[in-house]
Every structure is written in C-alpha cells, then in structure tokens.
C-alpha cells in the first residue's frame, strides 16, 4: 500500500505516524493509499522548520527568488500531465479537467515571478524639508494554508508562490482526501532549488488544522474550504492573533434574461453545473430563469445534461467522473428526495447511474430540479454536486431579490445581449465575481479571487494584487540626511 507522508525542510517525513487515512480510489471504491495523519508535534516539526528558513529567505534577493520561480514554472510545465493524472486519480474528475486546474494554478506561479515589480514601494521626495519618506512591504514570517479537496493542486497554487516569492516560509494542510498532488509539487520545488524549510507540507485532518491554528509562531492562515469551517478558522486564527483569510462555500447563481440566446445558456449551464461533477466552488448551482423563458430553457437544459458521458477520468470520452466519496455521492443524491426538493420537480434523476466495469465507484448521473424555491433544503444547502436547480423568476428584480437574499456570494453569471441590463446587475448584486454570459467567472492572476457575505471571511481576497497585500506588511520609513542639527522637543510637523 503506498504511503503518502509529510514533506518537512525538504524531504518526505521519516517517523512512523501516530495516525494514518485512507485514499480511495473513486471510480473503483478500493483504497489507494495511507495518508499520515499529523499530530501537533508533527505540525511544530514542519513550522520549526520554517521558522529557521525565514531568516535566510527572507533576505534572498528578489533575483534569486525569481529565478526559482521561473525554475519550478518550467518544471511544472514538464510534468503537468503527471500531476493531472494524479489529481484525476484521487480525485475522479476527468483529466482534461485536472489540467485545467493546473493551468489556472500554474498562472500564478507565472504572475509569482514578477514579484520584483510587485514588491515595488513608494517614495516621495523632500515631503519636509530635507525629509524624504518611503515604504516597503515585509514578509510576514512563516504562514500556513489549509486547503480542501476539489482543488488538489490549483488551491495550494493561490497561495504559496505568492507567499514564498514575497519572502514568507510555508506550512501547507493539503486535503487529507487527495493528498498527493501537493507532495509532487513540494518534490518539484525542492528540485528548482528551493532552500529546504521554506515549503513543508503535513496532511491530517482536524487535529492538524488545529494545531496550526494554535501554533504561536504562525503569522497568518489562508484557508479555502466549506463555509462552517471557514468560518471557525477565521474566528480562531484570528482571536489567536493571526492575519487570515477564509474562502468559504458558494451557491452561485445564473440568471438568464428573456433576451438572450437560450442555446448559448444552456450550454452554459451544464458545462457550468456538471463539470468536476458539480465539485467546483464556482459551479452554477441555481439557473433563475426570468419569466417568459423558463419552460423552454429548462427543456434545452434537460436535453443536454442527459446526454452528458460520466465514466472514468482516464477515459477520454467522459465527460463527468465520480463524486470524491461514497458518502459524498450519498449525501448529494439525498437532495433529489422530495423531502429536500420541497415541491421542486426533478425533471432529470441521475441516481442509479453505473458505469461498466465499476461497479464500486461513486457515480452519480446529472441530474435537474425544476421549480426550486429559496427556503427549501436543495436551494438553502451547499449541494457540491451534479444537482442543478432552477428557480422561476417573474422579473430581473425578483431574480436579484433571491440572489442578494443569499448568504453566500461568491460567483454569479448573467446571461443577456443587454448591455444596460449588465451594468444594472454589476451594481445590483451582491457576489465578488461576476460573469456576463461566462458561468464560471474565475478571475485571472493578476486579479484577485474572493466571494462576499459568507463566502469569505477577512478584509483580502486571495491570489493577485491582494495576495501580495496578504503575504506582506507595510513599513515606512520617514528619514533626513542633512550636516547640521539642533534640540528640538516639539512634535515633527512637515515644514
Ligand atoms: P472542508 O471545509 O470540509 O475542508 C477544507 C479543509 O479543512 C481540509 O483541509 C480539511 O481537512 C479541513 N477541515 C475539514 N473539516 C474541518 C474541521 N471541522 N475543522 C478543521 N479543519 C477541517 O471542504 P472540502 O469538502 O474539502 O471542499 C469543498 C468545499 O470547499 C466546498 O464548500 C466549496 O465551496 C469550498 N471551496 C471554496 C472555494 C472558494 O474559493 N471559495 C474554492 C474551493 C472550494
């Protein structure tokens, strides 16, 4: 049975672990691997280490850092398709999809290397006489990432490069359910000549996360994942005097205007709804379909997410693989019960869906609710699965009426060809990133990605501009060179 273990000052973890998890194959059911499990004093061994790297990298120029950068850039572009193999692997999305995910992490990478000119401060001259001012951005010190199981490999891509290229050493908690993807990118790093302690990587479950979240000589916590838990590291990270971010779960809504070309939107939505089966942050999850079109949009929908091929990742055919656990699958498929559906109808079940040759894998087909309403347990819950809604809307007042009803905000869509309505929905809606007729509006890396309300929690998104501002503090720096001086007990004032 292989073993997946932690990566600390540079090298795979050599103890036997006090605890161990099981990596399931998903297409199969069979268990894959042992995971270990760290317990506090494995956490403190990885933060030690990264604690006596700080001081060196931290002063390592800006140059050599980059070169670093540009070093493991080359090596991921050489080995993406072993990485997306693995993550498809444990994971179960297909593998078109699993280098997609890596493409969009190795994109900040990519913005990662340009942190020469990211880093760069401000001055101004002679602000009073003979007294020029100046700020800098500092590393923080060590800082960790705790990141879940949809995103094996682009999640730990949002943080460390930024953080590690702004001078910080990095503890990651990868996901415990699809851990090797952030072993082989700790692997690649160590070959592009990172110093050792600068990334670590301990896997675990709460008790880790824990321990990191109490770890004293931790200086801040970027976390992605589900909502309650988001929302527990953020309040503890910081009553434990953390900086922390914390990206939580989504509902991500699509409205789709009387005006605009039904083919296109639902397209969009069963590319967007059952893509990575649905186990996406930015997945749509909720159509609204403005009266007059929602009979026929729903039709147009239904029709396509029936034809959508779910088998194995590693079939090119697929489309959609399984969902990450059976419990998972369960879980999801429970929404299609009329108890959770609350009067919606589901005009597509995907329950009962097999796939030859793996009887034990976690399928579920795609699956449609029509006529779902806000307060019923398919709408109110995060799903994360193949389970699209649609609600009827009587207008685009009572569609963004139920969407800045939400809790959540983290991506939403509009689909029209009304310019006027766009720019209406831009400063009506309240979600931090917004598609117009794209349903999935990850931004780029040198923008930066965060939800509002409960799909974040802290003052800073994360990756672009914003993860510089996370990774970093401001200094500055008031200073005066001049020949002659005098006692003075006044206070300064610039004169
Ligand atoms: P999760 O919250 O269960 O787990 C995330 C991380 O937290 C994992 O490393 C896990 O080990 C740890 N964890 C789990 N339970 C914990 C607990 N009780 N205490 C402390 N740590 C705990 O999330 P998941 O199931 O791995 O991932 C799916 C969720 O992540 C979905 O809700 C999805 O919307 C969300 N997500 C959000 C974004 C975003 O950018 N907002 C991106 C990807 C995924």
Redesign the pocket.
């Known amino acids: 049975m292989e073993r997946v273990t932690h990566w600390i000052n540079g090298k795979p973890w050599g103890e036997p672990a006090a605890r161990h998890g099981e990596v399931f194959d998903p297409t199969t059911g069979e268990v894959a691997a042992h995971v270990d499990f760290a317990t506090a004093t494995d956490v403190d061994q990885a933060v030690q280490a990264a604690a006596q790297a700080f001081p060196a990298w931290s002063r390592t120029s800006l140059a050599r850092r980059t070169t670093i950068l540009f070093r493991f850039r080359q090596l991921l572009l050489e080995h993406a398709d072993e990485i997306a193999a693995t993550v498809s692997a444990e994971h179960g999305k297909v593998r078109s999809d699993a280098r997609g995910e890596f493409d969009r992490g190795l994109e900040v990478v990519e913005f990662a290397c340009g942190i020469a000119h990211l880093l760069k401060g401000e001055f101004s001259e002679n602000v009073a006489t003979n007294v020029d001012t100046y700020s800098v951005r500092q590393p923080l010190g060590v800082v960790a990432g ?6 094996p490999a682009m ?1 730990p891509m ?1 943080m460390f490069p930024l953080a590690i290229a702004c001078g910080n050493t990095f503890v990651l ?5 699809d851990p090797s993807a952030s072993i082989m990118l700790a692997e690649l790093l160590a070959e592009a000549g990172l110093p050792d302690g600068v990334f670590n990587v301990v896997h ?3 008790e ?3 321990a990191v ?1 109490d770890h004293p000589q931790i200086a801040a916590v970027s ?8 929302r ?2 953020y309040e503890t990270a910081a009553r434990n005097g953390k900086r922390v971010q914390a ?4 509902k991500n809504h699509m409205v789709v205007l009387p005006d605009s070309d039904l083919d296109v939107a639902a397209d969009a939505a069963v590319s967007a709804g059952f893509g990575s089966a649905g ?4 997945a749509i999850s909720v159509v609204v379909a403005v009266d007059p079109v929602g009979d026929d949009l729903v039709e147009r929908i239904r029709e396509r997410a029936a034809q959508v091929q779910v088998g194995p990742g590693t079939d090119p055919a697929s489309q959609m693989g399984p969902l ?1 656990s059976a419990a ?1 699958r369960d879980k999801v498929a429970s929404y299609l019960d009329p108890e959770r559906t609350g009067g919606g109808t589901v005009v597509l079940d995907g329950r009962g869906r097999t796939v030859d040759g793996h009887a034990g894998g976690y399928w579920l087909g795609p699956s449609l609710v029509d006529q779902v309403r806000p307060g019923t347990p398919v709408y109110d819950d ?1 799903v ?1 699965g193949p389970v699209l809604s649609v609600v009827r809307a009587a207008s685009y007042d009572e569609a963004v009426e139920i969407i800045n009803a939400d809790t959540r905000g ?1 991506g939403v869509a509009i689909f029209t060809n009304d310019g006027g309505m766009v720019r209406r929905f831009r400063m009506d809606v309240t979600a931090g990133m917004m598609g117009v007729n794209v349903p999935i509006p990850v931004p780029m890396s040198f923008y930066s ?3 509002w309300k409960d ?2 929690f802290g003052d800073l998104s ?1 990756y672009g501009p914003d993860g510089v501002r996370f990774y970093t503090r401001p200094k500055v720096t008031v200073s005066r060179w001049q020949e002659h001086s005098s006692v003075d007990l006044g206070f300064p004032t610039n004169q």
């Open positions: 705790i990141t879940p199981f949809n995103f999640v949002w908690k990868p996901s415990e359910k675990g479950d709460r880790a996360v824990e979240l976390f992605v994942g589900s909502t309650p838990v988001a527990h590291i990206l939580g779960g989504a186990e996406r942050c930015m990450i998972h995060e994360f983290n990605f965060g939800g799909s974040l994360i």
